[in-house]
């Protein structure tokens, strides 16, 4: 049974099943034209495209990151009992 329920997860799953379980022979796979599987094979879909976003999206996004990075380095700190 399949650990994920995203399909282009458990594409990944069969191709490390095909290869007996080694990530090297899935990045070497040479069944390009015999697999319809094969463009999946590392467990994204090459044929999605980014989503487009504005600038305030960006600014968002950003800023979530560096309060998300600022909350992490604080913890470490925290836990070390000073700085790094």
Excluded: H, Y
């Excluded at 080694?22 to 463009?39: G, H, I, R």
């Excluded at 600022?70 to 700085?83: D, R």
Aim: glycine share 6%; hydrophobic share 25%.
């Amino acid at each position: 049974m399949p650990k994920s329920t995203n399909p282009v997860k458990v594409i990944r799953e069969k191709c490390l099943d095909c290869c007996c379980g080694s990530m090297k022979q899935v990045e070497l796979c040479p069944c390009e034209s015999n697999c319809p599987l094969w463009p999946f094979r590392f467990g994204k879909n090459p044929f999605r495209k980014k989503p487009k976003r504005t600038e305030e999206q960006m600014a968002r996004l950003t800023a979530a990151k560096r309060k998300k990075s600022g909350a992490i380095n604080e913890a470490e700190t925290n836990e070390t009992g000073g700085a790094r």
